[in-house]
């Protein structure tokens, strides 16, 4: 009798054990919709599923599929990405790998912290409205691997990146620069003053680049991307299987100030601060090695903005319009000899000139504000979500911790099947960011 009355008291014990260590029996997790104030910026949103398109005609993202997209992409692999997960309406930094060591990741780092701060801002703003997803985002300047068009391709990986061209299965998010150069507060709250400070008719009619002559990085086989020198000359030189340099700034640089001048005022050295392109009628817009973030600054200047064709791509770009927003310049199979019939066609129609200057400026003040990008980012996790073929908290078992629930801290992930990385992101930042790199944090420019 007493044995048993032991045996028993254990299995109450055991079960006991065992039922603090599930989940807590919650509901699945639903995210609610979004908000309405999102509906405003519908035409941005474009892009996602342009993206995503590749995705849902090849049956989804699996499981199996964000595995290896983690395994070829992350830091914890030795790439410059990191795989970022949301679970019920919480977000943490994950990997298939117990370690990751950031230290040989330098400035990239400096990169992944911002978009960080972006998730934990969308965390904050919009909480319960994420949907369970997990995602990988990576930092160098251009996509590497073109898209597989066959039917059932299994080397299309569905990496977040900031630029990219029809040629590439990347998915388009907003640069880190948008953040990490205040462009809410220091040039979208500023166009009034832009306007008011230099008008129109101050602004000299010369078209101003300035740039540092990086040699830009397309693929060889990427057909949006190739570019021409002038007179149709050969520009690109292929140095490897999936690259091929082409020195366009470099190429601008000489050919404008040897012929140009009265046209172009164009320099690799003489820098320029932001500002004070708005004494110019004309910006000119050339790529770095990848797509420029510097696109987005100059639309907010007011002034008319002349963007090379690279064939490079933002997320928002297919709002511009050609001879509505901007004018587009040495384009696909052409040299930049059209750059100059641009500013004479400018010189010679000044209104005109003016009127597509002003609408550049004011789509970017509609569609890029601070609250825009929040929208994008929403709207991008809701529809990569449904492509996910998986609800990330079922399908990886996910245990949550009562004890956060206890201290007002929320439901913490604190098991995952499959991750061996698992950190909510302000305790990422915190022990691993800052005790890697002490300085980071404290000089990091960073704003919504
Ligand atoms: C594209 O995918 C197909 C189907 O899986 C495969 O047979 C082929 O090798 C892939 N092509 C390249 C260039 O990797
Ligand atoms: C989650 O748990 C179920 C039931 O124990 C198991 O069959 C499944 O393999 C687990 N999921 C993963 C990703 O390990």
Request: net charge positive.
């Amino acid at each position: 009798m007493r044995g048993m009355h032991h045996a028993l008291r254990g299995v109450v014990l055991l079960l006991a054990c065992f039922a603090s260590n599930l989940p807590p029996a919650t509901a699945r997790y639903q995210a609610k919709p979004p908000p309405e104030f999102c509906d405003q910026y519908e035409a941005v949103y474009k892009s996602i599923d342009q993206d995503l398109e590749l995705y849902r005609n090849n049956g989804g993202i699996t499981p199996e599929l964000m595995a290896r997209t983690m395994s070829l992409h992350t830091a914890g692999n030795r790439e410059k990405g990191l795989a970022v997960g949301f679970y019920n309406g919480r977000v943490y930094v994950i990997d298939t790998v117990r370690r990751m060591k950031l230290k040989p990741f330098g400035h990239h780092v400096t990169l992944w912290t911002a978009y960080l701060k972006v998730m934990l801002d969308l965390q904050q703003r919009f909480g319960a409205h994420l949907p369970n997803a997990e995602f990988v985002w990576h930092t160098i300047d251009r996509p590497v691997r073109l898209t597989n068009a066959s039917a059932g391709a299994r080397d299309n990986y569905p990496v977040f990146r900031f630029g990219k061209s029809a040629a590439h299965p990347d998915i388009l998010i907003p640069n880190f620069h948008f953040y990490m150069k205040a462009y809410q507060r220091k040039f979208l709250d500023k166009i009034k003053a832009f306007n008011r400070d230099t008008p129109w008719p101050d602004r000299a009619p010369l078209a101003v680049a300035r740039f540092s002559a990086y040699g830009r990085y397309v693929h060889p086989r990427d057909p949006h991307c190739q570019r021409l020198g002038a007179g149709g000359a050969a520009l690109c030189k292929v140095t490897g299987r999936s690259t091929a340099i082409c020195p366009v700034r470099q190429h601008l640089h000489e050919w404008a100030n040897a012929h140009h001048r009265d046209r172009l005022d164009v320099s690799k050295d003489r820098l320029m601060p932001m500002d004070h392109h708005a004494r110019y009628k004309y910006l000119l817009h050339v790529d770095g090695q990848g797509l420029s973030s510097k696109l987005e600054f100059l639309l907010t200047m007011g002034s008319l903005v002349l963007k090379e064709d690279s064939g490079y791509r933002a997320y928002y770009h297919h709002l511009l319009e050609p001879g509505v927003h901007f004018l587009p310049v040495w384009k696909n199979g052409a040299g930049p000899e059209d750059i100059l019939e641009a500013v004479d066609w400018a010189r010679q129609h000044d209104q005109q000139a003016h009127r597509i200057a002003l609408a550049g400026q004011q789509l970017a003040a509609r569609y890029l504000t601070s609250e825009a990008r929040a929208c994008f980012w929403l709207r991008l996790f809701q529809a990569y979500a449904a492509t996910l073929t998986y609800d990330p908290v079922q399908y990886r078992n996910i245990t949550f911790s009562a004890e956060g629930e206890r201290e007002g801290r929320g439901e913490e992930a604190v098991a995952a099947a499959g991750l061996r990385f698992l950190k909510p992101v302000a305790r990422f930042i915190e022990e691993d960011v800052a005790t890697t790199f002490p300085l980071l944090l404290s000089e990091l420019e960073w704003e919504p």
